[in-house]
C-alpha cells in the first residue's frame, strides 16, 4: 500500500463545475496536509494547508479532512480553465518528512 | 525577494560522471530538502535535512549524497551510482516542522 494514494486521472470536468479531487494516506498520525498545484514542466506551487478535521475554504478551493477515514479531498468550485493542471496531496507525519501522492491530472474543458 | 534557487535550470552529464545540484535560500528556513520526480509521477523524496550538519535519508536515497554545512544551502550530488539520474529535482525548504513546503524552480538533469 502507497503511503499517499490518489487517483492519477486525468478528471474532466466543464468549465465551471466542481472539481473534486480525493487522497488517502496511510500513515494515521500524519499531522499536517498539503495540496498543490503543478503545472507542466514547473515546480509546485501551495494551494492549501488543512490541519485539523473538517473544513477549510479560501476562495474557490476548500479542502476538506476527516482524519479517522484517513482522507483528505479538494474541491474546486467554478473551475476555470487555467485549473487545468496536476494536482498533488502531501502529507507530513512527526518525523518531518512530507510524502507526496502521485498526482491527479485535471482538465477543465471551455 | 525572499525565496529559493536551484541551479542550473537545465543540467547535462555523461554516464558515469558525478554532478552536484545547487539550492540555496534566503528565507531563513530551518529545513531543506531534495525530491526527486520522473514524467507522470509524484514527487519521490530523496534526502532531508532539518538542521545544519544533520540529515536524513529520505525513501530513495541511493546513488545520492547531501551535506548541510550552512543553513542556507543543501546541494546535492548525483553520483555514477545512481542507476537511472535522468529527472527533475526540486529543492524545497520549510520553517518549522509541520509547516508547508516551498520549492525552488528545479533543475532538469539529462544524463546520457
Known amino acids: 500500500q502507497k503511503e499517499v494514494e490518489q487517483n492519477s486521472g486525468p478528471l474532466s470536468v466543464p468549465e465551471g463545475a466542481i472539481a473534486s479531487l480525493n487522497c488517502t494516506y496511510s500513515d494515521r498520525v500524519s499531522q499536517s496536509f498539503f495540496w498543490y498545484r503543478q503545472y507542466s514542466g514547473k515546480s509546485p506551487e501551495l494551494i492549501m494547508s488543512i490541519y485539523s478535521n473538517g473544513d477549510k475554504e479560501d476562495g474557490r478551493f476548500t479542502a476538506q479532512l476527516n482524519k479517522a477515514s484517513q482522507y483528505v479531498s479538494l474541491l474546486i468550485r467554478d473551475s476555470q480553465p487555467s485549473d487545468s493542471a496536476t494536482y498533488l496531496c502531501a502529507v507530513m507525519g512527526n518525523t518531518g518528512k512530507l510524502i507526496f501522492g502521485q498526482g491527479t491530472t485535471l482538465q477543465v474543458k471551455p | 525577494d525572499g525565496g529559493i534557487t536551484q541551479s542550473p535550470k537545465y543540467l547535462f552529464r555523461k554516464e558515469g560522471q558525478n554532478v552536484t545540484l545547487s539550492c540555496e535560500q534566503n528565507?531563513?528556513?530551518?529545513?531543506m530538502y531534495w525530491y526527486r520526480q520522473d514524467p507522470g509521477q509524484g514527487l519521490r523524496l530523496i534526502y532531508y535535512s532539518q538542521i545544519v550538519n544533520d540529515f536524513q535519508k529520505g525513501d530513495i536515497a541511493e546513488g545520492y549524497s547531501v551535506s548541510r554545512e550552512k543553513k542556507e544551502s543543501f546541494p546535492l550530488t548525483v553520483t555514477s551510482a545512481q542507476k537511472n539520474p535522468t529527472a527533475f529535482y526540486l529543492c524545497?525548504?520549510?520553517?518549522?516542522?509541520?509547516?508547508?513546503?516551498?520549492f525552488g524552480n528545479g533543475t532538469r538533469l539529462t544524463v546520457t
Open positions: 524545497a525548504s520549510s520553517s518549522t516542522g509541520g509547516s508547508p513546503l516551498h
Open positions: 528565507l531563513n528556513h530551518d529545513a
